[in-house]
Structure formats: structure tokens, C-alpha cells
């Protein structure tokens, strides 16, 4: 029988936050680590949404690390491509690319008491042993295409935003697209210029803030080249800015929320004459109670001929079309869904058995919690990276994967500093935790909704109540008296 391979640390994932971790580790002379990689190639969501018009919602100087400064952005607002070519240089530079397995997909893992070890087995068969195991899969990579009656019947092209045909030629063609929220309005203003009729079918209107992007000219990026120091203010204005202006909102500052909902209201008052396309756009929700989309150019689209904007129920997809509640039949060549991800259960796909056998989506049936959003009693030297409640309204997830990362590097170092063999977190603490954490979510915006990707059921389950700079200071030493270790 061939033995499984044993490592330090297996982090699973190659996207942003594995990325920050293997780099972390390797700052703190632990080189025993492998990242196992489902697709061929690193970039985690940048890689797989492809769509045209991809671009990130977060300004570039703040939407990178902050070990590792890009003073050339193309853009305020960078695209795909940009980002894509960004983590993989980081890689290089870094040198991890030797660490880094891909077309590697883990299926499950289980611990052994006994060894304090990991066991993993992979989908093509192939097992692995580790002390450490951390999930770095994220919180938004298992695309979600509804349950649509009839959807399989649909006879043209159907396809998901993160799975992009683009051997699919759109133009001249009908194009029917199911979703509206952050990939949807950015593919969409560039399929109003190809395709002969759009038609798109809104759920619920979201609040849309302009973006007004803007390319670096070469002389900017010279100058940035030879001060970095100027692109680090420009990264701290931006997280200043979310910090003071943007959080506030999202804790109930009147103030705040009445500059963003203007903001948003003069973008849509401003693009939009129609007053009937006008109705269909304004959420009936408080502003930041859903995610707030960063955009340039999706109102403007939606004013074209040929675009029509749908706000009726959607009944059954048909082999010609889209059958909505009122009975009408719209046509269509092409179906596009644009309808995000599978944000519950986490680490969708991997089953992950702790210390009793117990399942990890059994443990966290009523909805998952963690503490710090990094590590869940029962599962001992078991880590997440953008895990439960660790998600940000207002600012960049970066800064939180770099906070996690250090915690998680800590939690490794004071293992071996104590010639233990493993770490896990008190029941206790972490229910003290989570107690504090959802008495604070109580009073965010995100609780004033009864549905958003935000939740499960009543239960607020992504998102962070507290600012970047809170979570930053949260995770800046380990409490060692909120851990039970394990000789």
C-alpha cells in the first residue's frame, strides 16, 4: 500500500488568500507546505470569471497586497487580465511556484486523534497526510445557476458568467441574461454593443454607485516608479475612505448612508430618463443592505434600443426562451446566467470530518460560525481564509486574508514552540465570540433584508460588523488562553 504524502501544511486553494499564506510561511522559515489547486493555474476567481468587462470593484492601489506594491496599473479600477497577471508575478516572485500543485481537487479530509494528522484524499485518487490542513477556497468560487424550471430544455447556448463561452458569437444574436448583481452589470454594458437584442431579467434592483474609472497616463506611472511612497498614500486614502465614509453607513451613521444613497440616486437620476426603467431600478432597501455595485456603464446600457430591462418573475425556461409569470414568451439565441455563487454551505464540494467523525456541514448546519472566522472547535488544526463572517461591505478582502494569514502562522509557530502536536480552539471561546459577533451584526444594515447572499436564514454568516482596521487589531496576537492544545 502506498503510503500518503506527508507535509507541515496543506492549504487548499491557489487564489489571493492561499497565495498570502504560502508567502507568509515561507517569511516565517516554514517550507514544509504544499497548495493544492483544482484548476490548472493559479488566480482563483480571477482566473475562472473570464466574462467580458471583468474588472474589480475595489480601487487597484488598495486591491493588492500590501508587501507587494504594482506602481503601473493600467487603471484606477484595474481589469482581469491586469489582476490575473499580478498574482502570478506575485507567485514568481515570491517562489512558490514549487509549492503549488495544480489540477489537484480535494474531495476529503479527515482527522486522526490519534496521529493529530490530516488525512486528505483528492479526486484522482491520490492522498495526502498534513499537520496543518487551511481552506483557502473562498467564499464566492461554486457558481449558482437556479433551479429554473425547464432550464435544461433550453435548445441555443446556456452558460454561466464564471464558465464564459467564448468561442459563442453574441453578435447579431438574442441574448436573454438571468441575474443582475456584480459580474452581470459589468458583462453586460459590453454585450449591448454586440448583441442584436438583450434582454435581462432583474430579480430585485441594487443600489449602483459610478464608478468613474480612470487610466494611469504613462508619465503617472513613471512617477510612481520612482516614489512608491506616493502610490502607498494613495492606497491609504482609499482605505481611509471606506473606513470613515463607507463603513459608517453600514453601522447605521445617518449622515453616511444619506451621502451614499445620493450618490447612487444622482448616477441612476442622471443616465436614466425613463421613468418607468427608473422605478424598476430603485432597490426598495436600504443602501448597503446588499452589496453595493461599483460600476461604469451598466445604466447607460440599459438606455439602449436594444436592451429591455425585465422585472417580471421568471415561470420556466423554454427550448426558444423565457417564459415569465405573466405568460410572456421572450425570445432568445443565447441564455447567459449571471447569478453569482454558492456562498453556503462553505467549502461547498470537500467533505471534512473533525475529531468525533463529525462532518463539517453537520457542525455548522445551523449555519456556520468561526472564531476569528479562522477556526471552529471539534476540528483541531483546521484553518480558513475567508471564512464564516470575515467578508467586507466596504473595503478590500485583502486586508483581511493578510490579517488571517499572520494568526494562522502564529497558531502554527506556538505549536512547535510547545512541542505539541496540535491546537484547536475552546467551545467555549469561540461561543463567546459568536455570541458578541451576531449581538453586532443585529445592528448592521445587513440585518434589514430578509434574504441576500449575506445570510442563511435569519443568521448573518459572511460578513465582518466591524471595520478593516478592528479586524486588523482583532487578529494582531493569538490568545493563546482561547486555545486547548494537544500534547
Known sequence: ??????????IIGAGFSGICLGIQLKKAGINDFVILE????VGGTWRDNHYPGAECDVPSALYSFSFETKTD????????????????????RHELTQHIRCNKAVREA?????????????ADGETLETQFLVSAVGQLHEPNIPNIPGRESFSGPSFHSANWQHDVDLRGKSVAVIGNAASAVQFIPELAKHAAQLSVFQRSANWVARKRDMPYSERQKNLRRALPVLQKLTRLKIYLRNEWLVFPGLRGNRLSRWLLRQSCLSYLDSVVTDAELRRKLLPDYPIGAKRILVVEGYYEALMRENVALVDTPIRAIE??????????????????????FVTNPFLHGITIRGESGTPLAQHWQRGARAYLGIATAGFPNLFFLYGPNTNLGHNSILLMSESQSRLIVQ???LVDANAVRALQVRAEAERAYDDRLQHRLRHMVWSEVAQSWYKTDDRITNNWPGSAGEYRRATRR??????LLTP
Open 319 to 340: 427550448p426558444g426562451g423565457v417564459r415569465t409569470a405573466d405568460g410572456t414568451l421572450t425570445p432568445c439565441d443565447v441564455l447567459v446566467y449571471g447569478t453569482g
Open 1 to 10: 500500500m502506498i503510503q500518503p504524502t506527508l507535509h507541515k501544511c496543506v
Open 478 to 483: 493569538l490568545r493563546q488562553r482561547d486555545f
Open 38 to 41: 483544482k484548476r490548472g493555474e
Open 411 to 413: 497558531a502554527i509557530q
Open 73 to 92: 496599473w493600467d487603471y484606477t479600477w484595474s481589469e482581469q487580465p491586469q489582476i490575473l497577471d499580478y498574482i502570478k508575478a506575485t507567485v514568481r
Open 110 to 122: 479527515n482527522y486522526n486523534p490519534g496521529s493529530a494528522r490530516w488525512l486528505l484524499r483528492l
